[in-house]
């Protein structure tokens, strides 16, 4: 059934989804405009949900993510990371709990391996963890939100569907009813391409760890202790020491930054270079969306004194980088 309706949306839309996820849709300037107008929708194809449900879920996944998970167990919503050892993120997320039955958004080619990832801890406590795609779908929609800062909101829902406002202006939808959630959106908005929406997640600076910066960046490098992603005064998980660490013996010296980059062709993944440490990489594009002036509008993960030292891609060294501003603030210690 929703493999149909979603065939149909996408014959509608005359869009396409490539092998790696990739919603592709004509008029890309329309598509900017819309975002540009708040009128934005999309199904984000570029996305899975898993599922952990089970008596122990809470407390299982409490000891593995960088959020507090008891807190929004209930009824909320927190991005949150899982980290190796050594604090390097396999995965970034938003986290979504209902009555103890807990909903991932991440990234779909990293999906499966922190799939398996986590299930090898499992161990004896009742948890399940399940691909949910087959019957639930993720959307992005621009509306009013009951969101007033950076921190994610669940939005209260008298149906099954699970809410969470992440900007101001900004809902993610996820639900096992799309038709009625597209019948909402297709009057009064325009749905939008994975690169358009991509450039909504840019504007906010929200973070995606994806295969191309897996296991690059501690928590606070994509900023997600500034959106209430980490907790610091919950018990142990993996990586919690270098977390702790980073954070209360000495400044975060890489930050992610909202960037504009002009003369070059821009990647994920792609290594940033500084004119002081010649070929030793400083930072690396997390996410990127082509701009209709030939320009691209990027986040980007960077050492901090790095603005000052003629920033440049790797793979173009000709490439002007410009920061641009973000919708939060760094701690003044930063």
Known sequence: MQQQLITDWLQRNQATVSENGELSMPDYAGQLAAVTDGIAYSWLSKFSILRVSGDDATTFLQGQFSCDVAAVAENGVSWGSYSTAKGRMQASFLLFGSAGVF??????????????????????????????????????????????????????????????????????????DPASELAKWQTKHRAVGSQAWDWVFIQAGLPWVSKATYEEFVPQMANLDLLGGVSFKKGCYPGQEIVARTQYLGKVKRRLYRARISGGHVNEGDALLAASTGEQAIGRIVLTVPLLDGENECLLVMQAMAWDDNPKLASGVLAKIEQLPLPYSFPDAD
């Open 103 to 176: 909903h991932l958004l991440l990234r779909n080619d990293i999906a499966e391996t922190f799939r398996k990832r986590l299930s090898m801890f499992v161990l004896r406590s009742k948890v399940k963890i399940e691909c949910v795609d087959s019957s639930m779908l993720a959307f992005g929609v621009m509306q009013a939100t009951a969101c007033h800062g950076v921190l994610p909101q669940r939005e209260l829902q008298c149906d099954e569907n699970l809410v969470a406002a992440i900007s101001p202006n900004v809902s993610i939808v996820l639900t096992e």
